[in-house]
Structure formats: C-alpha cells, structure tokens
C-alpha cells in the first residue's frame, strides 16, 4: 500500500477513505475496508487493539443475529475489565469509565434520596406510554420556573413526555424523525452510535469538531451545516465527553439560526453540572432561548440520571411543540412500553423548584471540588490539561505524551485494567454510526474519557492506578526496554515497510494478514 503523508493540519482528517467495495464492479473486496495508514508496531501487537476489532467488526451474523449491535462503548470495557475481576470484587477498582455520578446521600446540602416507595393501586395498571399527567406537569413548572421567567409562551403538561431513561428517549425521538439529514458531532455520547443506526428514515451526517479549538461548536459551524442541507442537529450540552458546554450568548445565536431551518436535539443531562456561574445553581437550557413552546422545533431530553443522581430508576423526560411529544409518546406503545409508574410518582415531589434550586447549588460545589482534585492530581502525574472543564463531571485526557505502548486509548485503558482502574477509550466516542468509517486513524485514538463522577475515595484510588500505570512505563523506557516505533520512510520499498508492521514473533505472516482482514 502506498505511502501517504497527511497536509499540514489534517492529522486524522475524516477523508481519503477506501471502501471493501469495487465501485466499478460492485464485487466486494476481501478486506471490508482498511486504513490509509500502516498499522504502528505498538497497534500491530497489541493484543487489546486486535480484542476491539475482532468484537465490533471481525465476526460475521450468526443465524441472523448480529452480535455487535448491543456492544456499545461503555459497555464493552466493563466486559473487559470482567475477565480482569471486576464483577468480582468491585470494590477493589476505580471505575473511572461508567458515566454515572455517586449516589449515596452523603453529600452536603443535598436531599436524602427515597429509600421506601408508596405504591398506589393506580400504579398497578398500566400506565400512559406518554408518562402520567402529574409527573408532566412539574416538569413543565420546573421549566418554567427556571427558564421561563417574565415570558408569554409557558410549558404544559401536553408539552411533556416520560420515557424510561435517556436511551430511551432518544430511540423515540429517532422514531419519529423525518426523511431528513441528522447532523451531530464528534466526538460526542457513545449511544448516539445506536441511535442513529437502527432506523432508516434519515441519514446521519458526521461533523468533526477541532481539537485545537477545544471541541467548540460555534454558530458558524451550524449555520454550514443547515446550508449544506442538514435539518436536524442533535448534541449533548453540556457536553460528553469533552466537558464543554455551550452557554448564551452562544446558545441563543445557535437556536436562533436553527428557528424554522432545522430541529435542534438537545441533550442536557449535564444541565445541572454547571460550573461557570460559581455554583449558584443555575442549569444551562436550550429552553431558556424558545420563542414559542409550540413553535420553535426544539426537542429536550433530561431526566433524573444524571443531575438527580438516581440512575437507577430510568425515568426521563422529553420537552418540546406539542405535536412532537404526541407522536413521542403514542411511539411508546411499540418500543418500549412507558415508563415504571411507581417511580413516576415518587418523582414528583423532587421537582419542586425551590428543592432543586438548593439541590444544584449543593451538586455543582461538590462535584467541581472532585474536577480540581482530580485535574491537580492528573497534572502531578504530567498530564497536561489546557482547558479545565466547565461542566459534566468529565475529563478528556489526551495521551500524546506518554510513552509510546500507552499513547493511544485503547493501550492505556489495557494498562489501567492491570491496576484496577476502568477509563473508556477515546476512540468510542468518535460516532460511526453503522460502522461505515475505519476508526483507526481517529483523532479520538489518543484520547480517553475520565469520569469524576465517583465518590471522592474511589477517585483517589483510580488516581493513584494511573500514576503506576504511567511510571511504570516510564520506568520501562527510561531503560530503553522497547524502541519507540519509526513511521516507515517514503523511499523503502512495499515489502520493507510491510516487515517494520508486525513483529515476527508469534505470529508472523498470518497475523499481519489476520490484522488487515480486520480493518
């Protein structure tokens, strides 16, 4: 394969791709696809790189089943840190991967949790697939208590559907889409993956966002995006997994491009994890912006996951024109049933204003003390962090500089599951929704996703895996125990930069072929 080198700023680019398709003949190729670049000797060897492929695209359907449709990012590492004893003893790691917050009752200023359910005869039946009408209602008056203040176009209850926990939420929304061209960004929230892949009334349509401008989406990129034909937009704010987050002015300028060209999909389950008002309380919402509740095609997904802490519970919720959450909640019937009524109902008394007002006060003090414990300590260790986040409870950790075997995210999550400690590759959260791009020369490769969601000890024993983990192979090159590996130069002929790919040990001729078949 012919050597390429990439122009100046392009490192990663989402272009020059070559399909396991002739084009002409329409006769496939016996490689699927495969990278415009060599395999390094690091990837080559590495035994979890060849574990991802072979589980998300090396298998073929058995019977009918394709198996990789329910490996998703963060599922798949929790697999993996399976085999090493998690399920075992979970409470010797550090899971740094799952996107959850903490959920005992311990932090300060924070409401007790229910620990006992009222269950009334009514809950019994059936419930509407729309979610009941008292749960609508206060999340229609917390809306418009926080984000509807002084204005003439309110939230109701018909404005208003419970659904069982994000994922499902967004499967409901993707039902009722439109023939149209989706828009979402990258890197962004691994489900999206599933969402956009399993229905085919739309097309879905990559943007790749800049590194170098800390994964900012600016108003010009959506106004490009609408003018290139893309009718709806969906994106996490604030944002997984970079922790970033688009606030107003900016928000406003973005809905206001949006208003009458495209649906904007806001996905604001860190809407409570604000940390650029000095923890104060405030939520960031696209509802503060809309014109008119009935008019403005905004849709917003949240719930008590994330901001409420009781991820266990799977109750969400969906705002957005009445005639879209009508068609949201009669989709219900046929994907997934509606939401437990019991909890429903206990959820009710938690979205009193006042309540929450105190509850995000007390959230977003707590979890920005763990975000600077742990940047300081990330930072201690040599880890460069040029733009502290300004919401989730995530950090997007770039591995540029470490020693080469751990440089990229799939090695340093092997790594970190020899000492106990679960992070998520960055390369997940580059969407390729139907597998339809070769992920390995990803811009996310060198990347993974760190949660600070965890309790205070947990984050202290996952920091202290990662600076094994690091000194460890810092150690290892120091005494010059690996090579760091060379690109092959442009002038050496096909066969001798074939032979730099793979070692030969162990595997030689049909490991490198085995390698190429699964890209």
């Known amino acids: 394969m012919a050597s390429h080198q990439h122009p100046p700023g392009h490192h990663g680019a989402f272009h020059n791709r070559k399909f396991s398709i002739n084009r002409n003949t329409g006769i496939p190729r016996p490689a699927r696809r495969f990278s415009i670049q060599e395999p390094s000797i690091t990837e080559a060897s590495s035994d979890i790189h060849k574990k991802f492929r072979a589980a998300h695209e090396g298998h073929l359907p058995h019977a009918g089943l394709d198996a990789t449709r329910s490996s998703t990012g963060v599922i798949w590492c929790s697999e993996q840190a399976g085999e090493h004893g998690y399920f075992e003893e979970p409470e010797k790691w550090a899971n740094l991967g799952q996107g959850a917050p903490e959920v005992d009752d311990e932090i300060e200023g924070c409401f007790p949790r229910p620990q006992h359910l009222d269950i009334s005869v009514n809950s ?302 960055g390369i997940f959260f580059d969407l390729n929704p139907s597998k339809r791009r070769d992920l390995f020369d990803s811009p996310c490769h060198h990347f993974v996703r760190l949660s600070y969601g965890p309790t205070r000890e947990v984050l202290e024993r996952g920091c202290d895996g990662i600076e094994r983990v690091v000194r460890k192979f810092q150690a290892l090159e120091a005494q010059g125990a690996y090579e760091v590996p060379r690109a092959p130069s442009p002038s050496r002929t096909e066969g001798e930069k074939e032979s730099n790919l793979v070692p030969s040990a162990g595997g030689g001729e049909r490991e490198k072929d085995e390698i190429l078949h699964l890209l």
């Open 124 to 425: 019994r039946e059936y419930g509407p697939t729309a979610g009941i009408k008292p749960l609508r209602e206060a999340v229609a008056n917390l809306y418009n208590e926080m984000h509807r203040q002084g204005k003439e176009s309110k939230y109701t209850w018909e404005n208003v559907a419970i659904v069982p926990g994000g994922r499902a939420g967004l499967i409901r929304i993707a039902a009722v889409l439109n023939n149209a061209y989706v828009g979402f960004f990258i890197p962004d929230y691994t489900a999206y993956n599933e969402m956009l892949s399993l229905f085919k009334n739309f097309a879905a349509i990559p943007v790749p966002l800049s590194e170098e401008d800390d994964y900012h989406i600016h108003p010009e990129k959506i106004a490009e995006e609408i003018a290139r034909g893309t009718s709806v937009i969906i994106t996490s704010n604030p944002r997984n997994p970079t922790g970033r987050v688009v606030a107003n002015p900016e928000l406003a300028e973005i809905q206001d491009i949006c208003r009458e060209r495209a649906t904007l999909v806001s996905d604001e389950f860190y809407s409570g994890y604000n940390y650029t008002s000095n923890c104060d309380g405030t939520t960031i919402s696209a509802a503060e912006n809309i014109k008119d509740v009935d008019e403005d095609d905004v849709l917003i997904i949240d719930g008590l996951t994330k901001r409420f802490r009781l991820p266990g519970w799977r109750v969400a919720w969906i705002l957005g024109p009445k005639e879209f959450i009508k068609a949201i909640g009669s989709c219900g019937s046929y994907l997934d049933g509606g939401t437990n009524v019991p909890f429903q109902e206990a959820a009710i008394p938690m979205l009193e204003p006042t309540l929450v007002k105190a509850e995000m006060k007390a959230l977003q003090r707590h979890f920005m003390d763990k975000r600077d414990f742990v940047v300081g300590r990330l930072r201690e260790i040599g880890f460069s962090i040029k733009a502290v986040p300004d919401s989730t409870f995530y950090l997007w950790l770039n591995l540029e500089w470490l020693p080469n075997p751990i440089s990229d995210g799939l090695n340093f999550f092997q790594a970190c599951l020899e000492e106990n400690v679960i992070v998520v590759p």
